[in-house]
């Protein structure tokens, strides 16, 4: 398979072409903003929190397939899910990516297995970590 | 001298080397082109037999080496039409001439509530600057609009360049659509109302025949690296009249007369405009650059490329459902296409043509009020050179089949 079958697969595209928690949310708790100023990808983040749990989240942005499939994945592993367990999958999907780490995910993570292929295309990496970049701002190291 | 493409090809090493297992296709010289063997091959000789500082030693190196910069630069201001010499500074890049006309003639000459006219095409190169100077000085930037096919509205000129205006700033050709302006109207009326005229000719001099005195530029700024010579050398052309009354806007080196402990007095040009020690090898790489361009013709190049372009431009749109910018008048287009793939975003066209061995240039090209006029994020592009064959844009269909494929399993949903 070639580096760009490998990259665009099924996964990548559908979540590009059909984004999921997609839209602006009225009275988040947090919001954050974030940009790769050399390319204009832009990805904006809002989560609402029930004490630690994500009880909702979404995303708005502008951009390449990657970055914007990147944060419908974002948005679709961590609905429902606590602040923590949001702190250690930035930290694994970033040291995949940036560590070239293995992926190791759990089932409920899967689809992010397919942002592997992007550690072939340096160019591309900071387009996939934009929108855990950005969500990395909100929630804070 | 016939225009031959097989010789010329052989004179650019890097042409016959691999890109991810495929010949490299290069379509990304309005970025910055490649350098043929000539040009390295003196950078090679300069360090290894010819290396010295210039202007300072008595001995032989340093003579020899200020000798054949001093030479560079008479073969600068032969190969623009220049009257001297003395008017050509080198800088670092366009953006570096363009910043030095910005601090040194508009810091003395543009004030309060004076204006600064540009276009809605520019290059950021030739439009922050600006934007620094106006904000200092409280100066008011304006903007000639475009027509639907990225040419210059001129229709209104006569009330956009008025007796407010001192600066009229704008690209001779546009890195992003490629559109050729039509300079001698806009210069006509800058004379009318004793306005200067800034040329950004960073993409202009190295497709097309320049003559900076028969086209009256008063300024006029370009950089070695699009025209086959090495990075970081710039070049600003300015009237001998108008250079005589800039002030020196970095201090060092080479830039003096005489220095006491509280004052300088400053030396002639060029020197005056040109502190510290040069980027020598540079300089004289781009002369044997400029030695090339004249052995094969700025002519027959511009010949080359209109053919190239029109190729293109018929294999594009029979490819069927690209969007295209730029006008379809090839007298006012030189050899840039840019072009999107409706529902996939260029960075993604750009990643699937470079596993082809195809370098385009994606994204906003440093022309982001462009991209807002248009609407759009960014496009691909295409830029056609001297090397440039028509096998070449065959190659660009091709890859652009892939992405159709790629993408079109999702886009047909």
Redesign the interface.
């Known amino acids: 398979m070639?580096?760009?079958?490998s990259?665009?697969q099924?996964v990548l595209?559908?979540h590009?072409?059909n984004p999921r928690h997609h839209g602006k949310m009225e009275h988040s708790d947090l919001h954050q903003e974030g940009v790769n100023p050399?390319?204009?990808?832009e990805v904006e983040l809002f989560l609402k929190l029930n004490g630690d749990i994500i009880s909702e989240i979404s995303f708005v942005g502008?951009?390449?397939?990657?970055s914007q499939a990147s944060a419908s994945m974002l948005t679709d592993s961590l609905y429902g899910k606590t602040i923590s367990e949001a702190k250690s999958l930035i930290h694994e999907f970033k040291g995949m990516l940036l560590e070239d780490k293995l992926p190791n995910f759990s089932e409920d993570y899967e689809d992010l297995e397919s942002m592997e292929a992007v550690k072939k295309?340096p160019?591309?990496i900071k387009?996939a970590t934009l929108a855990w970049n950005t969500l990395e701002k909100a929630i804070g190291k | 001298m016939s225009f031959d493409l097989e010789k010329i090809r052989g004179d650019f090493p890097i042409l016959s080397t691999q890109m991810n297992g495929k010949p490299l296709v290069f379509l990304d010289s309005a970025a910055s082109s490649q350098k043929p063997k000539s040009v390295i091959d003196t950078i090679r000789k300069y360090y290894e037999a010819e290396n010295a500082n210039i202007h300072r030693g008595v001995y032989y190196l340093s003579q020899k080496a200020t000798e054949k910069y001093e030479m560079a630069r008479i073969k600068t201001s032969r190969f623009i039409g220049a009257a001297c010499a003395k008017v050509v500074i080198f800088t670092r890049n366009t953006t570096e001439s363009i910043n030095l006309v910005a601090q040194s003639w508009g810091r003395t000459n543009i004030h309060e509530g004076d204006e600064i006219v540009l276009t809605e095409l520019e290059h950021h190169s030739n439009l922050v600057p600006w934007q620094m100077l106006a904000q200092e000085k409280q100066a008011v930037l304006k903007f000639i609009p475009l027509n639907q096919d990225s040419t210059l509205d001129l229709s209104n000129l006569d009330e956009i360049i008025t007796e407010r205006v001192k600066l009229v700033a704008l690209a001779q050709m546009s890195n992003v659509t490629g559109t050729i302006h039509d300079l001698s109207a806009i210069v006509r009326r800058a004379r009318e109302v004793g306005a200067k005229v800034l040329i950004d000719g960073a993409q202009g001099i190295c497709h097309l025949p320049t003559n900076v005195q028969k086209e009256d530029f008063d300024f006029y700024a370009f950089s070695a690296h699009k025209m086959l010579g090495p990075t970081g050398v710039g070049i600003l052309y300015a009237k001998e009249e108008i250079l005589d009354t800039m002030p020196p806007w970095m201090g060092g080196g080479d830039m003096i007369s005489k220095v006491w402990k509280d004052k300088s007095t400053y030396a002639d040009l060029p020197a005056r405009l040109e502190a510290g020690t040069p980027n020598i090898s540079g300089v004289i790489g781009f002369g044997a650059a400029l030695e090339y361009l004249e052995s094969i013709g700025m002519q027959e190049i511009r010949n080359h490329e209109l053919e190239l372009l029109q190729y293109a431009l018929d294999r594009l749109e029979d490819f069927g459902g690209l969007e295209l910018y730029g006008t379809n008048d090839l007298s006012k287009r030189g050899g840039v296409i840019s072009f999107n793939f409706p529902g996939v975003h260029p960075h993604d066209v750009g990643s699937i043509l470079d596993e082809e061995g195809i370098a385009i240039r994606v994204g906003h090209h440093c022309a982001q009020p462009f991209m807002d006029f248009k609407g759009i994020a960014g496009t691909c592009r295409a830029s056609f050179y001297l090397y440039n064959t028509k096998e070449d844009v065959d190659s660009l269909l091709v890859g652009l089949k892939k992405v159709k494929e790629i993408f079109g399993r999702v886009l047909k949903r």
């Open positions: 070639s580096l760009s079958d990259l665009y099924e595209l559908d590009y072409q050399l390319c204009g990808d502008k951009g390449c397939s990657i295309i160019a591309r387009c």
